[in-house]
Nanobody, 115 residues
């Protein structure tokens, strides 16, 4: 059974940091691209960052320079380190795994940036 379990969300003040984790199971983690997406209230889901199976990374312009995506194949886990958090980063953050026509999503973790 495939599972993507996100953790690490919560309430943080502007300027703060969070590290999100996504623990994967039920598929061959190292052969899948992994990504973080987010959806704010009233908005469409958008890409935050992704890492290919080979480790190449891409970032949305809105988080570039203050976020880092990484993957640990020994732990089957992908991380998103987010620094200098802004009010606009408030959203539900989702983990995604995909390869060819196969696509898995986690249930999401809430990140709220508020003073």
């Amino acid at each position: 059974q495939v599972q993507l379990v996100e953790s690490g969300g919560g309430l943080v003040q502007p300027g703060g940091s969070l590290r999100l984790s996504c623990a994967a199971s039920g598929f061959t983690f190292s052969t899948y691209a992994m990504g973080w997406y987010r959806q704010a209230p009233g908005k469409e889901r958008e890409l935050v960052a992704l890492t290919s199976a080979g480790g190449k990374t891409e970032y949305a312009d809105s988080v570039k320079g203050r976020s880092t995506i990484s993957r640990d194949s020994a732990k089957n886990t992908v991380y998103l380190q987010m620094n200098s958090l802004q009010l606009e980063d408030t959203a539900v953050y989702y983990c995604r795994a995909w390869k060819l026509a196969v696509d898995y999503w986690g249930q999401g973790t809430q990140v709220t940036v508020s003073s």
